[in-house]
């Protein structure tokens, strides 16, 4: 068979990012719950629903254990936007890479075999890879300003050490 598309793999290299981003979003949602109901029978099943349900059941632990704070505010915003970037993802992963032929040209696309509206084009692919691991690291800010709720000295534990880049040593953050 010959390969008539992605003919420099950058469609495998971007899909592949989405794909182990999204595993690592897919984990993160499952230590979420883990560590909010420890140790509760309850986790197994709640961790093996799929990933929209898990995303919702997050939400609520941390609506449960910190109210309505900006902080949670944050959190299940940027856990909605995983629920429509998951959208892109399942479109990328249950539809082929085509080439689409026009009159005088053609473009790669992966094109809905459900909805002959909705496609992704290389640059949409490339832009989500990078809302996926942006989206990955707002998370992990969300979280610690969590860990801070639960213990303001959190940090205090990095002050005395040489580390560079990971805390803002400019003011009297005391």
Same mark, same amino acid.
């Given at each position: 068979?010959?390969?008539?598309?992605?003919?420099?793999?950058?469609?495998?290299?971007?899909?592949?990012?989405?794909?182990?981003?999204?595993?690592?979003?897919?984990?993160? $949602?499952?230590?979420?719950? #883990?560590?909010? @109901?420890?140790? +509760?029978?309850?986790? &197994?099943?709640? $961790?093996?629903?799929?990933?929209? +349900?898990?995303?919702?059941?997050?939400? =609520?632990?941390?609506? =449960?254990? &910190?109210?309505?704070?900006?902080?949670? +505010?944050?959190?299940? !915003?940027? @856990?909605? !936007? *995983?629920?429509?970037?998951?959208?892109?993802?399942?479109?990328?992963?249950?539809?082929?890479?085509?080439?689409? *032929?026009?009159?005088? %040209?053609?473009?790669?696309?992966?094109? %809905?075999?459900?909805?002959?509206?909705?496609?992704? $084009?290389?640059? =949409?692919?490339? #832009?989500?890879?990078?809302?996926?691991?942006? @989206?990955? %690291?707002?998370?992990? &800010? /969300?979280?610690? +300003?969590?860990?801070?709720?639960?213990?303001? /000295? &959190?940090? %205090?534990?990095? !002050?005395?050490?040489?580390?560079?880049? @990971?805390?803002? $040593?400019?003011?009297?953050?005391?």
């Amino acid at each position: 068979m010959a390969k008539i598309v992605d003919l420099n793999d950058e469609w495998a290299l971007n899909i592949g990012k989405v794909f182990l981003s999204f595993g690592s979003l897919e984990k993160f $949602t499952v230590d979420c719950i #883990s560590k909010w @109901l420890d140790g +509760q029978r309850i986790v &197994y099943h709640l $961790t093996n629903a799929p990933l929209a +349900q898990r995303i919702n059941i997050v939400i =609520d632990l941390a609506k =449960d254990k &910190y109210g309505d704070r900006e902080e949670v +505010q944050s959190f299940s !915003k940027n @856990l909605n !936007k *995983l629920l429509e970037l998951a959208k892109k993802r399942n479109l990328i992963a249950h539809n082929p890479l085509m080439m689409v *032929l026009y009159e005088d %040209s053609f473009k790669e696309e992966i094109c %809905s075999l459900k909805d002959e509206n909705k496609a992704i $084009t290389l640059s =949409d692919l490339i #832009s989500l890879v990078s809302e996926v691991e942006g @989206l990955y %690291s707002e998370l992990h &800010y /969300d979280l610690v +300003q969590f860990h801070l709720i639960d213990d303001p /000295d &959190y940090l %205090s534990a990095f !002050k005395n050490k040489k580390l560079t880049g @990971l805390l803002d $040593t400019r003011g009297n953050g005391d």
